[in-house]
């Protein structure tokens, strides 16, 4: 059964770390399904673990990279499929104990078991080897997703290539103009239109900051001058 | 003029910290609309390093708390009305360097700029000094919010408060069921209903977690029983 499996000898060979504090590494390899302390106070610790070591690498990395390339960049390695590809390559699911219900699980609320498991690993690296000890750790596992950044930083965004195409065939550049905002400063909502006077084109977009609204109507517009 | 102080001499005095690298925190304090380096590559790192921070914070002092909570809390702290107010507390506006366009913003835009401009210098200081001169000024400046956390701690969810309602009243717990899940596992949207047989009720509820499309399953059916 995947659940007899040795949690910490698991750890040591897969992580290449002996624990200081095993009763950490049982608990983050712990679904709530399971008896027993689970991992999800961990996941929540390990989340900005990986967070702020990803910020800290694609930060170093790109160094010409906007704010918001990063935080794209940075979505793509943790979004829960990136993950769970993670936590499927060191077969993590062998040793992650699971109540009988969640055993059978397949597809894609397995994929989120393992992502969150994995997350709460490294929750546990940092509390007990401290930051330096997960960033080897994550930067070693995260290795394969890593190569292909450049690649993915790449990709332009949709307000670069609608000022690429109007730049091409010599036309001003278009104008965003914010008209509406919603919500509270915390939980804001932002319409914004984007017009080309040249073409006599206007869309619209919206989003949860000025930036992601202005992609989305640029996207709008890009759509229907060249489909 | 605001713009005319000295920005390290203004860390100097509010943060106790005399940098290393001076113009890591000349860009921390540069609005992106005005001339120069600006600040929006240190948000996006800051950002994490104060999530790290205040996780680690919330994991040890609330040692019960389960991760809904530890995340509620968080998000108290981190919202842009709580860092605008510790902005303000330190006189950010002062020394933040912004376009002339902007120089005469008021409301909630200016509120936004100076929580972002604060979370900046948290990845200023951490490139400079460290984690730990990260966490020594983070937990210095947010004291105030720090010390009203208790009561925010002690505020009940809806999937507790229903439950404390229905064991009062000697009825059988609700029954959670995830009626529909849409979207790519990093972007997911839950529909989860929640019944209490005894009571014949039956509610639904929507979030971008299992547990948040529970939690608002619940405030619907507690709301029908308990207006």
Known sequence: MSNAADPVAWVRRRLGYEP????LFIQA?????????????????GDAVLNLLLAEYLYRRFTEADEGTLSRLRSSLVSGEALARVAARIQLGEVLA?????????????????????????????LDGGLELARRVALELMEPALAGLDE??????????????????GLALPRYQVEGVEGESHAQH??????????????????????RAEQSAAAALLARVNP
């Open 190 to 211: 932002f319409r914004v239109s984007c017009e080309v006077p040249a073409l006599t084109q206007r869309t619209w977009g919206e989003g949860s900051s000025r930036r």
């Open 20 to 23: 200081a504090q095993p009763a």
């Open 29 to 45: 390899l712990t679904h709530r399904s399971a008896a027993g302390d689970n991992n999800e106070r961990l996941e929540f610790l």
């Open 152 to 169: 993915l930083a790449e990709l332009k965004d949709p307000k670069t290539l609608l000022q690429e195409w109007l730049q091409a065939r």
């Open 98 to 126: 699971l109540g009988a219900g969640e055993l059978k699980t397949g597809g894609f609320r397995r994929e989120s078991i393992l992502a969150d498991a994995l997350e709460a690993l490294f929750g546990a690296l940092y």
